[in-house]
């Protein structure tokens, strides 16, 4: 297996539209996942607040991954949080993270928050926040190993969620946790 991630473009939209419904129809718990309206996504992606990273197998989408830079839009998961204006406008949602389950189980959904996360942390002090069903054991073990600490519990999205926070970009170089990645594994 020789899995390439890289940054998406505009023109990723459809296949990743495709392939998130593909993956939400496999899953044995739906109420996991929040699969957005995909004319929401098209606008999001049109317009740049959204950012997509794709894990490519050869010409075959392994997983993807994507973060909604909100600003003080209503879908600010810092507004759950009670943070301050100035606060809301550094929150980036870590929005969606999805592998076909042929590929689960290689730490994909890892590596591609790697790469947003080291893009994230380059361009200055972020809150990075995202949701996690608490029964999704392998995501929530997941953020959680990835430095990521449980803010709050709440309803979300038809169903509980933690919301979890990770702050990203203040003194990267010394920890290691910016730069460029290699982009296959």
Same mark, same amino acid.
């Given at each position: 297996?020789?899995? %390439?991630? &890289?940054?998406?473009?505009?023109?990723?939209?459809?296949?990743?539209? &495709?392939?998130?419904?593909? %993956?939400?129809?496999?899953?044995? !718990?739906?109420?996991?996942?929040?699969?957005?309206?995909?004319?929401?996504?098209?606008?999001?992606?049109?317009? *740049?607040? =959204?950012?997509?990273?794709?894990?490519?197998?050869?010409? &075959?989408?392994?997983?993807?991954?994507?973060? /909604?830079?909100?600003?003080?839009?209503?879908?600010? $998961? *810092?507004?759950?949080? *009670?943070?301050?204006?100035?606060?809301?406008?550094?929150?980036?949602?870590?929005?969606?993270?999805?592998? !076909?389950?042929?590929? &689960?189980?290689?730490?994909?959904?890892?590596?591609? =928050?790697?790469?947003?996360?080291?893009?994230?942390?380059?361009?200055?002090?972020?809150?990075?926040?995202?949701?996690?069903?608490?029964?999704?054991?392998?995501?929530?073990?997941? /953020?959680?190993?990835?430095?990521?600490?449980?803010?709050?519990?709440?309803?979300?999205? *038809?169903?509980?969620? $933690?919301?979890?926070?990770?702050?990203?970009? =203040?003194?990267?170089?010394?920890?290691?946790?910016?730069?460029?990645?290699?982009?296959? $594994?």
């Amino acid at each position: 297996m020789s899995i %390439v991630i &890289r940054k998406g473009t505009p023109e990723d939209t459809e296949p990743m539209l &495709r392939f998130l419904r593909e %993956v939400w129809e496999a899953m044995a !718990h739906k109420e996991w996942f929040f699969l957005s309206p995909a004319e929401e996504t098209r606008e999001m992606m049109a317009s *740049g607040a =959204m950012e997509l990273w794709t894990a490519m197998d050869g010409s &075959r989408l392994a997983g993807v991954f994507t973060i /909604v830079r909100p600003g003080l839009g209503r879908d600010n $998961y *810092g507004y759950d949080l *009670g943070l301050t204006e100035g606060e809301l406008l550094r929150v980036v949602n870590m929005d969606t993270a999805a592998v !076909h389950p042929d590929y &689960r189980g290689q730490g994909l959904q890892k590596r591609l =928050m790697e790469f947003a996360e080291a893009q994230i942390a380059g361009e200055g002090a972020h809150i990075l926040l995202c949701t996690v069903h608490p029964e999704n054991r392998f995501s929530l073990e997941n /953020v959680l190993n990835q430095g990521y600490t449980i803010q709050k519990k709440l309803e979300k999205y *038809g169903s509980e969620r $933690y919301v979890l926070r990770k702050d990203v970009g =203040m003194n990267c170089q010394s920890r290691g946790k910016c730069g460029k990645l290699e982009n296959n $594994y």
